[in-house]
Each structure stands twice: as structure tokens, then as C-alpha cells.
């Protein structure tokens, strides 16, 4: 099932982000003993994870219970401005007291293809089922309806054995790993967060009655078996 969600400003977009996380958080440790999420890069989940670490949720969650993977990964350093890594670490990881072994960094010291072998590998291991099945996977979308690191046109769209996988971008001239479509699909709840005007015109081909002509990677994203939620400001549902 699919909700779209509408909110007057980014502020409130993401208090219901925040919500959302602590919510399936909550539940997924009560049900199984452990909360499994996968983080996405970008500006638009950085404002989450601040909040995320803001003391009143840092007392509210179990950190030893909750264990954050990462949707994608830039192909640079850990210390790299461009790393999601990085990203997630200043504002949250370091923050809060999650264990290091409940964060899974992609390590992008080797080539690219051996980095998302070895991703795979961690996650066969914490995942023990034919599918990452993530309690949680957050994602953004791009302007030209990227998300995660899947890009219009690339090789890993059409990635259909593979949980993980490096993934060149000729639009940025540079590698990228990523969950593949059937990963982020098996996933229980996917939350897209999107927010600013410069989304509107893909979110109305994307979410919009026309349709779009050709399909962009985020319409390929349609969880098997779990609930698919867009988190809108304003400005990115202004042409719907
Ligand atoms: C990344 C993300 C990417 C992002 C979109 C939207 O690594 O950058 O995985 O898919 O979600 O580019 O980013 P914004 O939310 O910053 O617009």
C-alpha cells in the first residue's frame, strides 16, 4: 500500500519522519528484538537524523537494539565531505549511544565492485532470508527521479540477483554503490522524503495522474510485501 503525505513546511515533514522512525523502531523491537533501517543520503533525511539525536528521542530508543545500514554510499573516503557516512556520523552515530557494531558502514577503501561484495557479504550475514528484509529503508528522490544511487539509464536498474552493488553514474562520472530494486523492495516500510520546489515537476510525473513517460527508478521501487509512505513538504506536492 502507498500513503502520500502533504505537510505545510519542512519543520513538521520531518517531526512525522522522526515519528515514522520511532515508531516502526519501537515495534520492530518489540516484535523481534531488534530494529534494522536503512539510511539514505542527501539533505532532505540529514534534517531526521538531527532530530533523531535531539535528547528526547535519544532516551526514547533502544541503540542496542537498533542497527542502521546505509541505502548508498558515495564511492569516496569515510571522512569525505561527499560520504553519507560522514553525514550521518556528525549529526547522529556520534550523538547518540549506538554501539559501533549496530552501524554498518560501507567500506569504500577497495575498488568498487569488491566494496559492495563485501556490503553484500555483511548483510547476507545480519539478514539470514532470501531478501534484506529491513524493518526500515529510508530514501530521497533526485530531480531527475533517482533514488538511493540507482540512476536513470544505469547498469543496477536492471540488477535482478544482486542485494548490493557499484553502480557507475555517467551523469556524475563517478561510481556509487547501492541496494539493488529488489533489496529496497523487499523491504517492510519504505519512506520517501522529498522536499522543495525543484522536486514539484517529478513528483507530479511521478505521483501525478498523467504518469510519466518513461518510467524513472523511484516508480520502480514498489515494496513486495510492505508499505510504501512519501513524507511531502508543500513546495514538493505544489503540482499535484
Ligand atoms: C544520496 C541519496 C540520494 C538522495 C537524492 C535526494 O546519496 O545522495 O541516496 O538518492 O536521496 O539525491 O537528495 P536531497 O534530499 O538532498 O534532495
Not at 535482478?160 to 551523469?171: C, K, L, T
Not at 522536486?199 to 513517460?213: P, T
Request: glycine fraction near 6%; aromatic fraction near 10%.
Amino acid at each position: 500500500m502507498t500513503v502520500i503525505k502533504v505537510f505545510p513546511d519542512v519543520e513538521s515533514q520531518t517531526q512525522a519522519a522522526i515519528d515514522l522512525f520511532c515508531r516502526f523502531a519501537m515495534e520492530a523491537i518489540a516484535d523481534n528484538g531488534r530494529f534494522s533501517a536503512a539510511l539514505s543520503g542527501g539533505s532532505t533525511p540529514k534534517r531526521l537524523y538531527g532530530g533523531l539525536s535531539q535528547a528526547e528521542w535519544q532516551h526514547r530508543l533502544d541503540w542496542d537494539r537498533i542497527h542502521l545500514f546505509f541505502g548508498d554510499e558515495r564511492h569516496v573516503r569515510a571522512d569525505h565531505p561527499e560520504s553519507n557516512f560522514k553525514m550521518v556520523n556528525d549529526v547522529l552515530f556520534s550523538q547518540v549511544s549506538i554501539p559501533a557494531t549496530n552501524v554498518f558502514r560501507v567500506k569504500t577503501e577497495f575498488d568498487p565492485r569488491l566494496s559492495a561484495f563485501n556490503y553484500e557479504d555483511e548483510l547476507r550475514a545480519f539478514f539470514d532470508e532470501a531478501w534484506p528484509r529491513f524493518d526500515l529503508v529510508l530514501l530521497g528522490m533526485g530531480e531527475d527521479g533517482h533514488t538511493a544511487s540507482l540512476f536513470p539509464g544505469t547498469a543496477a536498474l536492471n540488477e535482478a540477483q544482486r542485494w548490493f552493488v557499484a553502480n557507475y553514474v555517467p551523469q556524475l562520472e563517478a561510481w556509487r554503490l547501492t541496494l539493488s530494486i529488489n533489496a529496497l523492495n523487499a523491504a517492510k516500510n519504505i519512506v520517501v522524503l522529498v522536499s522543495g520546489q525543484s522536486k514539484a515537476e517529478m513528483i507530479r510525473e511521478v505521483l501525478g495522474q498523467s504518469g510519466s513517460k518513461n518510467q524513472k527508478p523511484i516508480e520502480m521501487i514498489t515494496p513486495v510485501y510492505g508499505e510504501m509512505t512519501w513524507l511531502l513538504d508543500h513546495e514538493a506536492a505544489s503540482l499535484l
